[in-house]
């Protein structure tokens, strides 16, 4: 069956980096676009970023633009977002999918794995 593992996450003062990775199993991660999604206490699950099957486009959520970089390693079936510049405001639980369709920000599959939790705070 689908399987997403997040990590990466943790406590980080406002400023910081961290680096989120996500192993996929159970479809075939390369002709996928994929996607990493967040969401914080009390909020719907919003969609963070997306890069497409083979890498070579992504697209970021408008509050992420400029700080957060996704990228994938087909070989590995890893996704990895990359969060710079680190603010309170990013505090969540990330999580990663596959995408429909890299132009969309719908999730493909209805399960998801544990998240990682992100907490940013001095």
């Known amino acids: 069956q689908v399987q997403f593992v997040e990590s990466g996450g943790g406590l980080v003062q406002p400023g910081g980096s961290l680096r989120l990775s996500c192993a996929a199993s159970?479809?075939?991660?390369?002709?996928?676009?994929m996607s990493w999604w967040r969401q914080a206490p009390g909020k719907e699950r919003e969609l963070v970023a997306g890069?497409?099957?083979?890498?070579?486009?992504?697209k970021y959520a408008d509050s992420v633009k400029g700080r957060f970089t996704i990228s994938r390693d087909n070989a590995k079936n890893t996704v990895y977002l990359q969060m710079n510049s680190l603010e309170p405001e990013d505090t969540a639980v990330y999580y990663c999918?596959?995408?429909?369709?890299?132009?969309?920000?719908?999730?493909?599959?209805?399960?998801w794995g544990q998240g990682t939790q992100v907490t940013v705070s001095s």
């Open positions: 159970g479809f075939t991660f390369s002709i996928y676009a």
């Open positions: 890069i497409t099957f083979q890498g070579g486009s992504t």
């Open positions: 999918n596959a995408l429909t369709k890299f132009s969309y920000s719908d999730p493909l599959f209805a399960s």
